[in-house]
């Protein structure tokens, strides 16, 4: 299976660009959101295996080896339900994240227990970024997926 398209090729046309800001954003939240940066990766590893984006699989993955994250949780992250590494506040942000990517799936989308639990642990500004995390994360998925964005080659820092 090969890319069907490369959204970069052209570093001037509109879809680079507005790629770009994508990439802003996310950066923004990853640098700079009072969320842990522990659970910030974990959050987009999660959304995507469920969405089987394999280029942002590799890359989530190799950025949580990289920045220090032990390889048993980084491998039970699709099993986090039936592990026992995760905190409870990271258990909330993973339920919320699936609830939210699977939204699609899920005709009441987010639940109200989802919701609250997640505000158990994270104050409004830190549920902001999350929420915006999870939009982020699951837009570049779609994007990956539709052009067929292979995973294997990533190298921690490629993305500056």
């Known amino acids: 299976m090969t890319a069907r398209l490369n959204l ?4 001037t046309s509109t879809t680079a660009r507005a790629a770009g800001y994508f990439g802003k954003a996310s950066k923004t ?3 700079e959101s009072a969320l842990p940066a522990a659970t910030q990766k974990l959050v987009v590893l999660r959304a995507s295996q469920i969405n089987g984006c394999g280029y942002a699989t590799d890359v989530w ?3 949580a ?3 220090g994250e032990c390889a048993t949780r980084i491998n039970l992250v699709a099993a986090w339900r039936e592990s026992t590494v995760f905190t409870d506040a990271e258990r909330a942000a993973l339920e919320l994240t699936e609830q939210g990517t699977r ?3 899920a005709a009441g989308g ?3 227990d989802a919701w609250a639990n997640a505000a158990q642990h994270y104050g409004e500004d830190q549920l902001s970024d999350l929420v915006m995390l999870i939009a982020l994360i699951n837009a570049t998925n779609r994007m990956g997926v539709i052009v067929r964005q ?6 921690p820092g490629q993305l500056g």
């Open 110 to 112: 987010v639940t109200d």
């Open 103 to 105: 939204i699609a799936d």
């Open 61 to 63: 993955s190799k950025n």
């Open 29 to 31: 939240i990853l640098e």
């Open 8 to 11: 970069f090729s052209n570093p």
């Open 65 to 67: 080896a990289h920045a």
């Open 150 to 155: 292979r995973g294997g080659d990533y190298q």
